[in-house]
């Protein structure tokens, strides 16, 4: 069973580009959490999506930010018009759906590296 | 708004020595984790604690979790070398993970 996945690892962005984060759950997960950790800091919650819901986006900034996880595919955590504070590890996690075993563990994937030039 | 605050920062400490790192939240929660994270890597899970009283181990790493004073500790004992790393308690309310600040542990030959 593969664990959590993320690409790219590395991103390098110009300051006014897009980037685009990747995240696959686990197999059997529905849940997915976007976490950002900026250098020499713990993880800062972003946001919780199930299937095609928006759970909870309290820890996403207001704008130039937004995530998805459709029916089909990956995860994806969207900026726009990347500004060197953007600049970050991003982390995503992922957890089965209530009522399993595991429900209360977040399993984390390797992490995408972003740098804005 | 919940608060997770982690003592000491930075630790350096001889091996084989003992020592416990403390991990104090504001408000009540559902349960609270334990990871490791080494240099540029991801985040590991080394427990999960559930309930007052709750106490596991694994190897040289011993957590408690006390709900009541709000209150984890990772107790260390005998430090090896491999055990140097980032250490983060994490609180979940309402299926977020709210992370303390991290440990910064260096085993010291």
């Known amino acids: 069973n593969a664990g959590v996945m993320q690409n790219p690892r590395h991103l390098v962005r110009r300051r006014g580009q897009e980037a685009r984060l990747r995240c696959s759950p686990m197999?059997?997960?529905?849940?997915v959490y976007w976490y950002r950790q900026l250098p020499e800091e713990g993880l800062k919650f972003m946001v919780y999506?199930?299937?095609?819901?928006?759970?909870?986006e309290s820890g996403m900034p207001k704008e130039r930010f937004s995530a998805e996880f459709p029916k089909e595919g990956p995860s994806i955590l969207r900026i726009q018009q990347v500004v060197r504070g953007d600049s970050a590890a991003y982390f995503c996690?992922?957890?089965?759906?209530?009522?399993?075993?595991?429900?209360?563990?977040?399993?984390f994937g390797p992490g995408t590296r972003l740098t804005v030039l | 708004e919940l608060k997770v605050e982690q003592n000491p920062l930075f630790l350096s400490m001889q091996e084989g020595k003992n020592y416990t790192i403390y991990c104090n939240y504001s408000?009540?929660?559902?349960?609270l984790y334990w990871y490791r994270q080494d240099p540029g890597k991801s985040l590991e899970s080394l427990f999960v604690?559930?309930?007052?009283?709750a106490v596991k181990q694994e190897g040289r790493l011993m957590a408690s979790l006390d709900t009541k004073a709000r209150l984890s500790t990772l107790h260390i004992t005998a430090a090896v070398h491999d055990l140097s790393a980032t250490y983060f308690c994490?609180?979940?309310?309402?299926?977020?993970?709210?992370f303390g600040t991290g440990t910064r542990l260096t085993i010291i030959p």
């Open positions: 996690a992922s957890s089965p759906p209530p009522g399993l075993a595991g429900r209360h563990e977040q399993f």
């Open positions: 999506l199930q299937k095609e819901n928006i759970i909870d």
């Open positions: 604690l559930l309930s007052n009283g």
């Open positions: 197999k059997g997960h529905s849940h």
């Open positions: 994490a609180v979940a309310r309402n299926e977020k993970l709210t």
């Open positions: 408000t009540t929660s559902d349960r």
